[in-house]
């Protein structure tokens, strides 16, 4: 069953086309990167996906127990994200607002879930130290700490290795890969990153400017085998 459906979905930046009659299914435990080169809709869709965005035609079904309030995100790296005034406690207890609704008040389970995350991805010595005086890795993975906080379903990820050292893009891979296989958590993720993207995924979503695809890791491949380009 799908947790999550795009049929026929197009997406406008303004009065320009940027995805055009995609269409793709998400199952669960599903390890999938969206790749394509800049200005082809990769991250617009995740905000599609997410409410954020509007589409312009199609639509985005939702199933198998997972809504849009139920998603983890981790978006791009901006200026303002690293240096926000926060402790890394109140960073990752804020990914639990997205169930809050109009009552926007933590309970004793936010806590936990929060410490445990925090636990679970190795951060827990720096619960009360400052979000902004963090290293480019440990702020990823407190943010990831924060996106497992809304969810139990589905994390998607825009981009979440730019700017790391090559060490802190191994850890990222690694930590994203036990989520995926230890804790059956579905993976969409942007990525520039072809090898790993191949190395990693289970499928692939290639956005193009004349005709998509969507398939497996391997039927990706084989059918880049003999072209010059992405691979």
């Avoid at 639990?96 to 936010?110: A, R």
């Avoid at 930590?175 to 993976?187: A, S």
Wanted: hydrophobic share 40%; glycine share 8%.
């Amino acid at each position: 069953m799908s947790q999550l459906l795009c049929k026929n979905v197009s997406l406008a930046y303004e009065k320009d086309i940027i995805v055009e009659h995609l269409s793709f299914e998400v199952c669960k435990g599903d390890y999938i990167s969206i790749i394509g080169e800049n200005g082809t809709g990769k991250s617009s869709l995740l905000k599609a996906i997410l409410g954020l965005l509007p589409l312009r035609s199609g639509e985005i079904i939702f199933g198998d127990g997972l809504k849009r309030n139920k998603i983890g995100y981790l978006s791009q790296q901006n200026p303002l994200q690293k240096d926000f005034p926060a402790s890394v406690f109140e960073v990752v207890l804020s990914g639990c607002l997205n169930n809050k609704g109009m009552f926007p008040f933590y309970n004793q389970k936010d806590k936990k879930m929060a410490k445990s995350n925090l636990e679970l991805l190795g951060m827990s010595a720096w619960i009360h130290q400052s979000f902004a005086d963090l290293s480019g890795g440990q702020k990823q993975r407190v943010l990831l700490a924060r996106a497992l906080c809304a969810t139990d379903h589905m994390i998607i990820l825009d981009e979440p290795i730019t700017g790391l050292d090559p060490i802190a893009i191994q850890d990222m891979y690694d930590l994203i890969q036990r989520l995926n296989q230890e804790m059956g958590i579905t993976i969409l993720m942007v990525s520039h990153d072809i090898k790993n993207a191949l190395t990693y995924s289970n499928k692939i979503l290639c956005l193009r400017k004349d005709q998509n695809f969507f398939g497996t890791t391997e039927e990706f491949v084989a059918a880049e085998k003999g072209k010059e380009g992405i691979l």
